[in-house]
């Protein structure tokens, strides 16, 4: 199984900061990466999807990178309904796995 | 607009059985491959189970394979997830969700149902 390791597993952020999240694969994975938004009591959210592409609908402070083994989701300036719990999948391959998650909390 | 919401969570006791629902909108189902993903208590998310468009081909987690049955009707445009042997670890919010394909991930999801397996 690919195993996607998440990191970091909380930060503590305020409006208007920039954040970087990042996931790593254990073997190469092309761009099979897609980024995922939940809050509680909603229904989840792709924000990103082939490691770079943005979801339509989806606002512009949000990108991702990576190719590979590396992938990054960036928040160019943090905005107060951007706190949730975000998570990478992979699925390149069958079992598709999530990284661990990363909760943004506020600082 | 496509939406996604499921049904037929509750509680039940170790080793029984649980069908859950998710009725789709705004698509035709069978167009598309179809997934199941749950997030554990405090946990993060797993995969559990994928339909081909059409339903030609399904898949498995390893944690589920022999107990969970996934399946789709045209008639209703829904998505099921038969669950039998129950276990108090399969405790969860179980969400519906699509994809392009059975290799393209998921797009949109459903807003889940809970699962509670105790005695």
């Known amino acids: 199984d690919i195993q996607m390791t998440q990191s970091p597993s909380s930060l503590s952020v305020s409006i208007g900061d920039r954040v970087t999240i990042s996931c790593r694969a254990s073997q190469g994975i092309k761009n099979d990466v897609s980024w995922h938004q939940l809050k509680p009591g909603k229904a989840p959210k792709r924000l990103i999807y082939a490691a770079s592409s943005l979801q339509s609908g989806v606002p512009s402070r949000f990108s991702g990178s990576g190719f590979g083994t590396e992938f990054t989701l960036t928040i160019s300036s943090l905005q107060p309904e951007d706190f949730a719990t975000y998570y990478c999948l992979q699925h390149s391959s069958y079992p598709y796995t999530f990284g661990q998650g990363t909760k943004l909390e506020i600082k | 607009q496509v939406q996604l919401v499921e049904s037929g969570g509750g509680v039940v006791q170790p080793g029984m059985s649980l069908r859950l629902s998710c009725a789709a909108s705004g698509f035709r189902q069978h167009s598309y491959a179809m997934f199941w993903v749950r997030q554990a208590p405090g946990k993060g998310l797993e995969w559990l189970a994928a339909?081909?468009?059409?339903?030609?081909?399904?898949r498995y987690a390893d944690s589920v394979k022999g107990r969970f049955t996934i399946s789709g009707d045209n008639s209703q445009n829904a998505l099921f997830l038969q669950m039998n042997s129950l276990r108090p670890e399969d405790t969860g919010i179980y969400y519906c969700?699509?994809?392009?394909?059975?290799?393209?991930?998921?797009?949109?999801w459903g807003q889940g149902t809970l699962v509670t397996v105790s005695s």
């Open positions: 339909i081909s468009y059409y339903g030609v081909n399904d």
């Open positions: 969700a699509r994809g392009q394909s059975i290799a393209a991930g998921f797009d949109y």
